[in-house]
Protein backbone atom coordinates (compact mmCIF):
# COMPACT_ATOMS: atom_id res chain seq x y z
CA UNK A 1 0.00 0.00 0.00
CA UNK A 2 1.48 3.17 -0.67
CA UNK A 3 -0.57 3.59 2.10
CA UNK A 4 2.02 4.04 3.71
CA UNK A 5 3.07 7.14 1.99
CA UNK A 6 -0.12 9.34 2.56
CA UNK A 7 0.59 9.07 6.71
CA UNK A 8 4.11 10.14 6.15
CA UNK A 9 3.42 12.82 4.26
CA UNK A 10 0.74 14.28 6.58
CA UNK A 11 3.23 13.77 9.03
CA UNK A 12 5.84 15.81 7.16
CA UNK A 13 3.21 18.90 6.43
CA UNK A 14 2.42 18.98 10.12
CA UNK A 15 5.77 19.69 10.70
CA UNK A 16 7.20 22.09 8.05
CA UNK A 17 3.68 23.43 7.11
CA UNK A 18 3.27 24.07 3.40
CA UNK A 19 5.72 22.53 1.73
CA UNK A 20 6.16 22.16 -1.84
CA UNK A 21 7.56 19.03 -2.85
CA UNK A 22 6.53 15.92 -5.52
CA UNK A 23 4.85 13.24 -3.27
CA UNK A 24 6.62 9.31 -3.77
CA UNK A 25 4.67 8.61 -7.01
CA UNK A 26 6.02 11.72 -8.81
CA UNK A 27 8.66 11.27 -11.63
CA UNK A 28 10.93 13.82 -9.82
CA UNK A 29 13.69 12.33 -7.78
CA UNK A 30 13.61 13.13 -4.08
CA UNK A 31 16.41 15.07 -2.32
CA UNK A 32 19.33 12.65 -1.56
CA UNK A 33 21.05 12.62 2.04
CA UNK A 34 23.14 15.36 2.94
CA UNK A 35 27.14 14.12 3.01
CA UNK A 36 28.08 15.78 6.40
CA UNK A 37 24.68 13.18 7.63
CA UNK A 38 26.01 9.61 7.16
CA UNK A 39 23.45 7.52 6.54
CA UNK A 40 23.04 4.11 8.99
CA UNK A 41 25.33 1.27 7.24
CA UNK A 42 21.96 -0.67 7.63
CA UNK A 43 19.13 1.35 6.22
CA UNK A 44 18.13 0.85 2.52
CA UNK A 45 18.43 3.59 0.16
CA UNK A 46 20.52 6.87 0.19
CA UNK A 47 17.57 9.33 0.52
CA UNK A 48 16.63 11.16 3.57
CA UNK A 49 14.69 8.80 5.80
CA UNK A 50 13.09 11.30 7.93
CA UNK A 51 9.59 10.57 6.83
CA UNK A 52 9.68 7.42 5.62
CA UNK A 53 12.78 5.24 6.87
CA UNK A 54 11.03 2.93 8.51
CA UNK A 55 8.70 2.35 5.70
CA UNK A 56 11.24 1.95 2.95
CA UNK A 57 13.38 -0.42 5.39
CA UNK A 58 10.16 -2.39 6.13
CA UNK A 59 8.67 -2.99 2.46
CA UNK A 60 12.33 -3.78 1.42
CA UNK A 61 12.30 -6.40 4.18
CA UNK A 62 8.94 -7.69 3.53
CA UNK A 63 9.83 -8.05 -0.62
CA UNK A 64 13.45 -9.63 0.14
CA UNK A 65 11.58 -12.44 2.18
CA UNK A 66 8.73 -12.91 -0.27
CA UNK A 67 11.29 -13.72 -3.17
CA UNK A 68 13.26 -15.86 -0.44
CA UNK A 69 16.35 -13.35 0.13
CA UNK A 70 17.96 -13.38 3.94
CA UNK A 71 18.07 -9.74 4.49
CA UNK A 72 21.52 -8.55 5.89
CA UNK A 73 21.15 -8.85 9.51
CA UNK A 74 22.13 -5.61 10.67
CA UNK A 75 19.46 -4.13 8.10
CA UNK A 76 16.93 -6.48 10.13
CA UNK A 77 18.56 -4.55 13.35
CA UNK A 78 18.35 -1.28 12.23
CA UNK A 79 14.62 -1.78 12.00
CA UNK A 80 13.97 -3.62 15.18
CA UNK A 81 16.49 -0.65 16.43
CA UNK A 82 14.04 1.97 16.10
CA UNK A 83 11.06 0.12 17.97
CA UNK A 84 10.18 2.99 20.85
CA UNK A 85 9.49 1.27 24.68
CA UNK A 86 5.92 1.23 24.24
CA UNK A 87 6.42 -1.16 20.96
CA UNK A 88 5.48 2.14 18.49
CA UNK A 89 7.52 2.84 15.51
CA UNK A 90 8.28 6.25 14.27
CA UNK A 91 8.76 7.67 10.99
CA UNK A 92 12.01 7.52 11.58
CA UNK A 93 14.43 8.30 14.70
CA UNK A 94 17.98 9.57 14.23
CA UNK A 95 19.12 8.91 17.71
CA UNK A 96 17.88 5.99 18.83
CA UNK A 97 20.13 5.96 22.19
CA UNK A 98 18.03 8.38 22.96
CA UNK A 99 14.72 7.03 24.93
CA UNK A 100 11.24 8.11 22.52
CA UNK A 101 9.35 11.00 24.77
CA UNK A 102 6.10 13.30 24.45
CA UNK A 103 7.45 14.69 21.48
CA UNK A 104 8.55 11.58 19.45
CA UNK A 105 5.77 11.77 16.41
CA UNK A 106 4.88 8.34 16.62
CA UNK A 107 3.25 6.77 12.98
CA UNK A 108 0.97 4.17 13.25
CA UNK A 109 1.90 3.17 9.27
CA UNK A 110 5.33 2.91 9.86
CA UNK A 111 4.48 0.46 13.31
CA UNK A 112 2.00 -1.35 10.70
CA UNK A 113 4.53 -2.23 8.34
CA UNK A 114 7.59 -2.93 10.79
CA UNK A 115 5.48 -5.57 12.25
CA UNK A 116 4.44 -6.86 8.40
CA UNK A 117 8.15 -6.89 7.62
CA UNK A 118 9.20 -8.50 11.13
CA UNK A 119 6.65 -11.37 11.56
CA UNK A 120 7.28 -12.49 8.06
CA UNK A 121 10.97 -12.69 9.02
CA UNK A 122 10.19 -14.53 12.35
CA UNK A 123 11.66 -14.88 15.07
CA UNK A 124 10.14 -11.48 16.34
CA UNK A 125 7.77 -12.30 18.52
CA UNK A 126 8.53 -9.88 20.76
CA UNK A 127 8.81 -6.95 19.10
CA UNK A 128 5.83 -7.35 17.07
CA UNK A 129 2.98 -8.39 20.08
CA UNK A 130 4.45 -4.45 21.34
CA UNK A 131 3.98 -3.15 18.17
CA UNK A 132 0.43 -4.94 18.16
CA UNK A 133 -0.35 -3.63 21.49
CA UNK A 134 0.67 -0.57 21.23
CA UNK A 135 -1.67 -0.13 17.87
CA UNK A 136 -4.55 -1.60 19.67
CA UNK A 137 -4.08 1.09 21.97
CA UNK A 138 -4.59 4.10 20.25
CA UNK A 139 -7.59 2.65 17.90
CA UNK A 140 -10.36 5.59 17.16
CA UNK A 141 -13.77 4.97 18.61
CA UNK A 142 -15.02 4.00 15.22
CA UNK A 143 -12.26 1.01 14.75
CA UNK A 144 -10.18 2.58 12.71
CA UNK A 145 -6.53 4.71 12.95
CA UNK A 146 -5.13 7.88 11.81
CA UNK A 147 -1.41 8.52 11.10
CA UNK A 148 -0.93 9.09 14.43
CA UNK A 149 -2.48 8.01 18.35
CA UNK A 150 -5.89 10.36 17.66
CA UNK A 151 -5.55 11.39 14.70
CA UNK A 152 -8.80 11.37 12.31
CA UNK A 153 -9.51 7.89 11.05
CA UNK A 154 -8.14 7.18 7.38
CA UNK A 155 -8.61 4.38 4.83
CA UNK A 156 -4.85 4.14 3.95
CA UNK A 157 -3.77 3.55 8.11
CA UNK A 158 -6.67 1.26 9.14
CA UNK A 159 -5.55 -0.98 5.87
CA UNK A 160 -2.11 -1.15 6.82
CA UNK A 161 -2.61 -1.90 10.25
CA UNK A 162 -5.50 -4.46 9.45
CA UNK A 163 -2.50 -6.23 7.58
CA UNK A 164 -0.06 -6.08 10.45
CA UNK A 165 -2.72 -7.37 12.48
CA UNK A 166 -3.43 -10.18 10.30
CA UNK A 167 0.54 -11.18 9.70
CA UNK A 168 0.54 -10.78 13.82
CA UNK A 169 -1.94 -13.74 13.98
CA UNK A 170 -4.90 -11.36 14.92
CA UNK A 171 -8.25 -11.61 13.53
CA UNK A 172 -9.01 -7.77 12.96
CA UNK A 173 -12.89 -8.83 12.92
CA UNK A 174 -12.21 -8.86 16.68
CA UNK A 175 -10.03 -6.31 17.65
CA UNK A 176 -12.84 -3.30 18.45
CA UNK A 177 -13.13 -0.28 20.61
CA UNK A 178 -16.45 1.17 21.61
CA UNK A 179 -17.81 -2.30 19.25
CA UNK A 180 -16.56 -1.05 16.22
CA UNK A 181 -13.88 -3.13 14.20
CA UNK A 182 -11.67 -2.06 11.44
CA UNK A 183 -14.15 -3.06 8.98
CA UNK A 184 -16.64 -0.75 10.61
CA UNK A 185 -14.78 2.09 9.89
CA UNK A 186 -13.98 1.34 6.63
CA UNK A 187 -17.63 0.20 5.19
CA UNK A 188 -18.11 4.05 6.63
CA UNK A 189 -15.85 5.47 3.99
CA UNK A 190 -17.15 3.76 1.00
CA UNK A 191 -18.73 5.76 -1.16
CA UNK A 192 -21.85 4.61 -1.79
CA UNK A 193 -22.71 3.11 -5.72
CA UNK A 194 -24.91 5.99 -6.61
CA UNK A 195 -22.47 8.37 -6.14
CA UNK A 196 -20.14 10.18 -8.60
CA UNK A 197 -17.07 8.21 -7.51
CA UNK A 198 -19.48 5.35 -6.67
CA UNK A 199 -17.51 1.77 -5.31
CA UNK A 200 -14.27 3.65 -4.24
CA UNK A 201 -13.18 4.55 -1.01
CA UNK A 202 -12.26 7.93 0.17
CA UNK A 203 -9.59 8.47 2.00
CA UNK A 204 -11.00 10.60 5.10
CA UNK A 205 -14.43 12.62 5.01
CA UNK A 206 -13.65 16.43 4.35
CA UNK A 207 -14.49 18.94 6.76
CA UNK A 208 -18.52 18.91 5.71
CA UNK A 209 -18.40 15.27 6.13
CA UNK A 210 -18.24 14.31 2.30
CA UNK A 211 -16.57 11.32 0.79
CA UNK A 212 -14.51 11.70 -2.08
CA UNK A 213 -13.14 9.00 -4.41
CA UNK A 214 -9.63 8.41 -4.09
CA UNK A 215 -7.81 5.96 -6.30
CA UNK A 216 -4.76 5.54 -3.66
CA UNK A 217 -7.21 5.15 -0.80
CA UNK A 218 -9.36 2.75 -2.84
CA UNK A 219 -5.84 0.17 -3.20
CA UNK A 220 -5.22 0.17 0.43
CA UNK A 221 -8.72 -0.28 1.08
CA UNK A 222 -9.58 -3.16 -1.04
CA UNK A 223 -6.34 -4.69 0.73
CA UNK A 224 -7.47 -3.57 3.77
CA UNK A 225 -11.52 -5.16 3.16
CA UNK A 226 -9.84 -7.97 2.30
CA UNK A 227 -7.80 -8.83 5.60
CA UNK A 228 -4.43 -8.84 3.45
CA UNK A 229 -1.43 -7.00 3.97
CA UNK A 230 1.18 -5.32 1.55
CA UNK A 231 2.09 -8.30 0.05
CA UNK A 232 -1.08 -9.92 -0.82
CA UNK A 233 -1.10 -12.89 -2.89
CA UNK A 234 -3.38 -13.46 -6.07
CA UNK A 235 -7.05 -14.68 -4.82
CA UNK A 236 -9.36 -16.70 -6.97
CA UNK A 237 -10.69 -15.59 -10.32
CA UNK A 238 -13.73 -14.50 -10.53
CA UNK A 239 -15.65 -12.11 -12.43
CA UNK A 240 -16.39 -8.25 -11.44
CA UNK A 241 -19.15 -7.51 -9.92
CA UNK A 242 -21.16 -4.26 -10.48
CA UNK A 243 -20.87 -2.35 -7.65
CA UNK A 244 -23.69 -3.01 -4.90
CA UNK A 245 -24.72 -1.85 -1.11
CA UNK A 246 -21.49 -2.33 0.79
CA UNK A 247 -23.02 -4.21 3.44
CA UNK A 248 -20.05 -6.03 4.29
CA UNK A 249 -16.42 -6.11 3.72
CA UNK A 250 -16.17 -8.25 1.09
CA UNK A 251 -18.64 -6.38 -0.90
CA UNK A 252 -16.61 -3.34 -0.55
CA UNK A 253 -14.03 -4.90 -1.71
CA UNK A 254 -15.47 -5.97 -5.05
CA UNK A 255 -16.88 -2.43 -5.23
CA UNK A 256 -13.10 -0.80 -4.80
CA UNK A 257 -11.63 -3.54 -7.15
CA UNK A 258 -14.11 -2.47 -9.78
CA UNK A 259 -13.56 1.10 -9.40
CA UNK A 260 -9.94 0.56 -9.88
CA UNK A 261 -10.39 -1.85 -12.68
CA UNK A 262 -12.19 1.28 -14.69
CA UNK A 263 -9.54 3.78 -13.64
CA UNK A 264 -6.95 1.59 -15.54
CA UNK A 265 -9.05 0.20 -18.44
CA UNK A 266 -8.03 2.88 -20.82
CA UNK A 267 -4.20 3.55 -20.48
CA UNK A 268 -3.69 0.86 -18.36
CA UNK A 269 -2.25 3.35 -14.96
CA UNK A 270 -4.08 5.24 -12.86
CA UNK A 271 -3.20 9.09 -13.12
CA UNK A 272 -1.63 11.34 -10.32
CA UNK A 273 -4.11 13.53 -7.88
CA UNK A 274 -1.94 16.40 -7.41
CA UNK A 275 -2.86 19.90 -8.53
CA UNK A 276 -0.75 20.42 -11.92
CA UNK A 277 0.39 17.07 -12.08
CA UNK A 278 -3.19 15.57 -13.08
CA UNK A 279 -2.34 14.04 -16.64
CA UNK A 280 1.17 12.27 -15.30
CA UNK A 281 0.91 8.79 -14.87
CA UNK A 282 0.91 7.74 -10.61
CA UNK A 283 3.66 4.58 -11.31
CA UNK A 284 3.32 4.14 -7.50
CA UNK A 285 -0.43 3.56 -7.20
CA UNK A 286 -0.67 1.95 -10.09
CA UNK A 287 1.54 -0.81 -8.37
CA UNK A 288 -0.64 -0.96 -5.44
CA UNK A 289 -3.87 -1.04 -7.78
CA UNK A 290 -2.25 -4.32 -9.24
CA UNK A 291 -1.95 -6.12 -5.96
CA UNK A 292 -5.34 -4.62 -5.08
CA UNK A 293 -6.81 -6.45 -8.26
CA UNK A 294 -5.22 -9.20 -8.15
CA UNK A 295 -6.08 -9.90 -4.38
CA UNK A 296 -9.55 -9.50 -5.31
CA UNK A 297 -10.24 -10.68 -8.41
CA UNK A 298 -7.78 -13.00 -9.75
CA UNK A 299 -4.33 -12.06 -11.86
CA UNK A 300 -5.78 -12.13 -14.78
CA UNK A 301 -7.75 -8.69 -13.90
CA UNK A 302 -4.71 -6.85 -13.19
CA UNK A 303 -2.61 -7.70 -16.09
CA UNK A 304 -3.08 -4.62 -17.80
CA UNK A 305 -1.61 -2.27 -15.40
CA UNK A 306 0.98 -4.97 -14.63
CA UNK A 307 2.02 -4.73 -18.41
CA UNK A 308 1.77 -1.21 -18.49
CA UNK A 309 4.30 -1.43 -15.05
CA UNK A 310 6.88 -3.55 -17.18
CA UNK A 311 7.34 -1.13 -20.02
CA UNK A 312 7.46 2.49 -18.14
CA UNK A 313 8.10 2.14 -14.61
CA UNK A 314 12.16 2.06 -14.78
CA UNK A 315 13.26 4.90 -14.14
CA UNK A 316 10.58 5.76 -11.23
CA UNK A 317 11.90 2.69 -9.71
CA UNK A 318 15.53 4.08 -9.82
CA UNK A 319 14.63 7.58 -8.88
CA UNK A 320 12.52 5.97 -5.96
CA UNK A 321 14.42 3.39 -4.79
CA UNK A 322 14.01 0.30 -2.67
CA UNK A 323 10.27 0.79 -1.35
CA UNK A 324 9.79 1.15 -5.55
CA UNK A 325 11.41 -1.64 -6.17
CA UNK A 326 9.03 -3.62 -3.46
CA UNK A 327 5.95 -2.15 -4.95
CA UNK A 328 7.11 -3.79 -8.05
CA UNK A 329 8.29 -6.77 -6.69
CA UNK A 330 4.95 -7.21 -4.34
CA UNK A 331 2.99 -6.43 -7.98
CA UNK A 332 4.65 -9.03 -10.19
CA UNK A 333 4.42 -11.70 -7.21
CA UNK A 334 0.39 -10.98 -7.21
CA UNK A 335 0.13 -11.78 -10.57
CA UNK A 336 2.06 -14.91 -10.36
CA UNK A 337 5.14 -13.53 -12.05
CA UNK A 338 8.65 -13.57 -11.54
CA UNK A 339 10.52 -10.49 -10.09
CA UNK A 340 13.85 -11.27 -11.57
CA UNK A 341 12.31 -10.77 -14.93
CA UNK A 342 10.21 -8.05 -14.99
CA UNK A 343 10.27 -6.58 -18.91
CA UNK A 344 13.87 -7.62 -18.72
CA UNK A 345 14.79 -5.76 -15.08
CA UNK A 346 16.05 -8.05 -12.17
CA UNK A 347 13.88 -6.17 -9.66
CA UNK A 348 15.27 -8.29 -6.77
CA UNK A 349 18.88 -7.53 -7.76
CA UNK A 350 18.23 -3.85 -8.17
CA UNK A 351 16.49 -3.87 -4.58
CA UNK A 352 19.10 -5.56 -2.93
CA UNK A 353 21.56 -2.89 -4.17
CA UNK A 354 20.14 -0.44 -2.35
CA UNK A 355 21.36 -1.78 0.95
CA UNK A 356 23.46 -4.08 2.42
CA UNK A 357 23.99 -7.19 0.79
CA UNK A 358 21.77 -10.24 1.75
CA UNK A 359 23.28 -12.96 3.48
CA UNK A 360 24.22 -15.79 0.93
CA UNK A 361 22.60 -18.71 1.43
CA UNK A 362 24.53 -21.04 3.72
CA UNK A 363 27.33 -18.24 4.38
CA UNK A 364 28.02 -16.31 7.60
CA UNK A 365 27.03 -12.51 7.19
CA UNK A 366 29.74 -11.45 8.64
CA UNK A 367 31.16 -11.91 5.06
CA UNK A 368 28.95 -9.85 2.91
CA UNK A 369 29.58 -6.87 1.11
CA UNK A 370 27.96 -4.04 2.51
CA UNK A 371 28.17 -1.23 -0.92
CA UNK A 372 25.08 0.07 -1.84
CA UNK A 373 23.50 1.19 -5.18
CA UNK A 374 23.65 4.77 -5.35
CA UNK A 375 19.49 6.08 -5.90
CA UNK A 376 17.21 8.07 -4.25
CA UNK A 377 14.23 6.81 -2.67
CA UNK A 378 10.52 8.16 -2.11
CA UNK A 379 11.67 9.89 1.27
CA UNK A 380 10.72 13.54 0.99
CA UNK A 381 8.35 12.83 -1.68
CA UNK A 382 5.94 12.05 0.86
CA UNK A 383 5.33 14.95 1.76
CA UNK A 384 3.00 16.19 -1.35
CA UNK A 385 0.46 13.84 -0.22
CA UNK A 386 0.02 15.07 3.35
CA UNK A 387 -0.30 18.80 2.06
CA UNK A 388 -2.96 18.00 0.31
CA UNK A 389 -5.16 15.44 1.94
CA UNK A 390 -7.83 17.70 3.25
CA UNK A 391 -8.84 17.93 0.22
CA UNK A 392 -8.03 15.38 -2.05
CA UNK A 393 -6.57 12.74 0.18
CA UNK A 394 -3.46 11.66 -2.01
CA UNK A 395 -1.64 8.96 -1.06
CA UNK A 396 -1.76 5.58 -0.33
CA UNK A 397 0.69 5.98 2.93
CA UNK A 398 3.21 7.63 0.82
CA UNK A 399 3.86 4.99 -0.68
CA UNK A 400 6.98 4.68 -0.98
CA UNK A 401 2.72 4.27 1.78
CA UNK A 402 2.13 5.85 3.86
CA UNK A 403 4.02 9.31 2.98
CA UNK A 404 2.68 10.11 4.11
CA UNK A 405 3.01 12.47 8.76
CA UNK A 406 -0.04 12.29 9.28
CA UNK A 407 -1.87 12.98 5.87
CA UNK A 408 2.81 7.54 -2.54
Known sequence: MNVRRTAAALAAAAVIGAVAAPVAHAADPSPSASPSAA???GLYGTGDPTYDGVWRQSLALLAQDAVGVRPAGKAVDWLTGQQCANGAFASYRADTGKACDAKTMLDTNATAAA?????????????????VSWLKSVQNEDGGWGFGAGSPTDTNSTSVVIGALAAAGEKPAEVTRKGNSPYDALLALALPCD?????????????KGKLAANADATAAGVLGALGKGLGAEAGEPGNAPECADAESPEQAAANGAAY?????????HLVSALPGAENQ?????????????AAQGGAERAAKPLEWLQRNSADWAKQNGPAAYAQLIFATLATGGDPRDFGGDDLVERLNATGPAPQAAGADEGERDDSAEEESD?????VVGALFVGGIGVGFLLSGRKKKGPQA
Request: a negative charge; hydrophobic letters at 45%.
Open 281 to 293: PDYGNTADAVVAL
Open 378 to 382: TSMLW
Open 115 to 131: VQALAALGGHDAETGKA
Open 39 to 41: LPS
Open 195 to 207: EDGGGAFAYQPDK
Open 260 to 268: LADAVAEDG
